[in-house]
């Protein structure tokens, strides 16, 4: 059974953010180094991708809890694993194998559930972050022509990276929190590069943010550009997650729902932030308001990304179990 069979059938399920479950675990600075890096030069906290390696139980843990909530789809931990964003820790030797040992946590995770019911297949999406940089504005706002990376430098760290989740074992690539097409598009032609170098057809799903009330991404797209711009290669899905919960995202997708010729898929940030940085809202108040997208038939995928827990997960299963999914036979 196909990723693409099962969406024609039924709206599947994302699992939720994996940077709030690890914050439960209160890891220490020796805790994100384990007995590998003991003696590291600089400081890992924070380096949650290093934990596949340090601390693989935990993430192993933590999707299970993810498959237990009923999610279809689980993401590996992977999203700052390039080597330009692993340059913060001088770790970008490590990406390659991040990513495999981030892909095989995962998909050891889905195969045993897969396992456990067969009628219900599990699958691991390999997480692309956007990096932390962008390669279409200018961090220095005295030099408004200076680019922190060009467009090759990003061709080439997500080759890395794309190379170690498929060796992992991934089953479908997710391009995700796009806040700068540019960067998305260096990593859709690092993808579309390895799968021609492997005579491989794996799925590719993306997914953009909405920065803002404005509607647009943190570099200017509106919607309907964003789709445009990254319409010239076959997707499974496109979508938005992160930057605003649940409430703010519907408008955005509405419009995205209209138009696009892909599944579409939505994962928002537990609410909006408050002044702590924290996201309060709860597991019920979500699953109200994704409601009212699957009742208006909007979307193919639904998940959560900051704040949400396995309880928010496990109300979303249970309410798109009710509401059939967005049809691609309307679209013209």
Do not use: W
């Amino acid at each position: 059974m196909t990723l693409h069979t099962l969406l024609a059938d039924r709206i599947l399920v994302l699992d939720g953010a994996m940077g709030t479950m690890i914050q439960q675990y209160k890891f220490s600075e020796e805790d994100f180094r384990g007995q590998r890096f003991r003696d590291f030069p600089v400081s890992v906290k924070g380096n949650n991708d290093l934990l596949s390696l340090t601390q693989p139980e935990a993430i192993f843990d933590i999707h299970c809890k993810y498959l237990e909530a009923g999610a279809d789809l689980i993401e590996t931990n992977t999203f700052s694993a390039t080597t330009i964003a692993m340059a913060d820790y001088q770790m970008e030797n490590l990406a390659y194998e991040l990513n495999v040992a981030s892909a095989k946590l995962a998909k050891k995770a889905a195969q045993k559930f897969t396992a456990r019911t067969p009628e219900k297949p599990r699958f691991v999406a390999g997480a692309i972050g956007p990096t932390n940089k962008t390669a279409s504005m200018s961090p220095d706002v005295n030099d408004p022509a200076y680019r922190a990376v060009t467009f090759d430098e990003l061709v080439t760290a997500y080759k890395t990276q794309v190379e170690g989740l498929l060796d992992g074992g991934v089953d479908v690539l997710l391009i995700e929190t796009i806040f700068d097409t540019l960067n998305a598009k260096a990593a859709i032609f690092a993808v579309t590069a390895v799968k021609n170098e492997r005579n491989l057809d794996i799925p590719l799903m993306v997914s953009g943010t909405i920065t803002d009330a404005s509607g647009r991404t943190l570099s200017g797209q509106t919607v309907e550009a964003f789709l445009i711009s990254i319409s010239h290669v076959p997707l499974l899905s496109v979508g938005f997650n992160c930057a605003l919960g649940a409430a703010q995202l519907k408008p955005y997708v509405e419009r995205l729902s209209r138009i696009a010729e892909h599944y579409v898929s939505v994962y928002p940030n537990a609410g909006l932030p408050n002044h702590f940085g924290h996201y309060d809202q709860s597991p019920e108040e979500m699953q109200a308001l994704l409601r009212e997208y699957l009742k208006d038939h909007l979307v193919n995928i639904v998940g959560g990304c900051c704040g949400t827990t396995p309880e928010h997960i496990r109300l979303i299963a249970e309410e798109v179990k009710k509401y059939q999914p967005r049809s691609l036979k309307t679209l013209v």
